[in-house]
C-alpha cells in the first residue's frame, strides 16, 4: 500500500466515542527519547547513522503490522502529511532521514529532532488513557535500546524543553460556542496560570479567538507524567465546563437562532461549495459538531466531521491528488477540498 492510499483512512482517534468528544476531539502523548552514547540530532536534524539504525530496528519490531514511512520515502509532502497528523514535529524541509511507523492509535517517529518519539491517540477526554498507552510502548523499546538519562535532569533531549520526561500531552478542544458568544480569547488567558499552552489549529492564519486550539503541557520538568496528565485534564474540564455553560446559554437566550443558522448555514455551504479554503472548512466543521451537540437535524454523523477536519488540510488534499508530473496548487487544492466535503457530505449515511 502506498503512503498517499494509506493516509486517507480514517484514524481510530477521529471516532466519537470517547469522553465528551463534541468538544474535546481526541487527547494525544508523546515521549521523545534518545539513544545513550550517541549524539543528538543537531540543527540540521542529522544523528548519527549508528543511533539511527538501532532506533529504526527497534521502532518498526514495536509496532510491527504499522504502516512504516521510509528515510528515501520521506519528502516534504509526506512529512507534511505526518505534521497534520500530530507525528511529525520537525521542519518539512529538513533533509533529515526521518522515519516514521504509523498504527491505528499509535506512532513512532526516528530522527525527527529527537532520535525517538512515541506517540498513542485516544478520541474524546482522554489524558490518562493516552499517557498509559505510550509509556508502555517507551519502556518497552527502553528494555531494549538505552536511553540517554540524567540523575539530575531525567531523560535527555535536544530541545532542553522536553527535558526531564520528555512528555508532551495535548488535546484537540472545539469551542464554537465560546466562539461565537465572543468568549474564546478570555477563556484561554486563563490557561498558562494551569501551566498550559493553547495553540490555534492553524497556527499560521487564525486568530487568537478561532473555535478550534490544541491545549497542551507547559511543563516538562520536576513533574511525575501522571502529574502532567492531570494538569491536562483540570484544564480541558475547565474548558469543557466553560463550552457547556456558554452553550446552555445560546441555546436558551436571544442568540438562539444565531447559533442554529450558524450550524444549518455550516452545513449548506460544506455540502456546496466549489472552491474552499482550509481555515473556512475548519471553523465551518467546528460549527456543524455544535449544531449536532445541540441536537439539530443536520443528517450527517460526527465522525464524518472530524475525519474532514484532517482529511481536508493542505497536505493531505495534495498528497492524495498530486501525480508524478504535477502537484495541486493552492487554488487546486481548494478546488478539490470542496470536491471531497461533496463527495463526503451528500453522500446517504446509514442510521442517521
Known sequence: MKFKNFIQQEPAWVKSEGQFSHIILFTAARFARNLAGFRF??????PQAAAAG????????????GFTVTAESADFGTKRALAERYIFEGDPYSSAPATAVIAKEMALSVNDREHIKVFAFEPGLAPAAALAKAKNATDELGRKIPYSFSRDFGFLTAAPREAGTGLKIFALANLPALELAGRTADVLKTLPNLRLNHTPLNAETFALSGPLHIISNMT????APEEIAAALERGLRFLITAEQTTRIELASGPE????????FRAMALLQNARSISYEETAVLL????LGL?????????QDALSWLLTACKPGHIALACA?????PTPQERDVLRAALLRKTLTLPQESI
Open 256 to 263: 438562539r437562532i444565531k447559533m442554529e443558522d450558524s450550524a
Open 323 to 327: 501525480t508524478a508530473k504535477h502537484k
Open 41 to 46: 540530532c543537531g540543527k540540521d536534524g542529522q
Open 220 to 223: 516538562t520538568l520536576c513533574a
Open 54 to 65: 538501532v532506533e529504526q530496528g527497534a521502532a518498526l519490531e514495536a509496532l510491527s503490522g
Open 286 to 289: 467546528s460549527n456543524a459538531m
Open 293 to 301: 451537540a445541540m441536537g439539530y437535524d443536520l443528517k450527517v454523523k
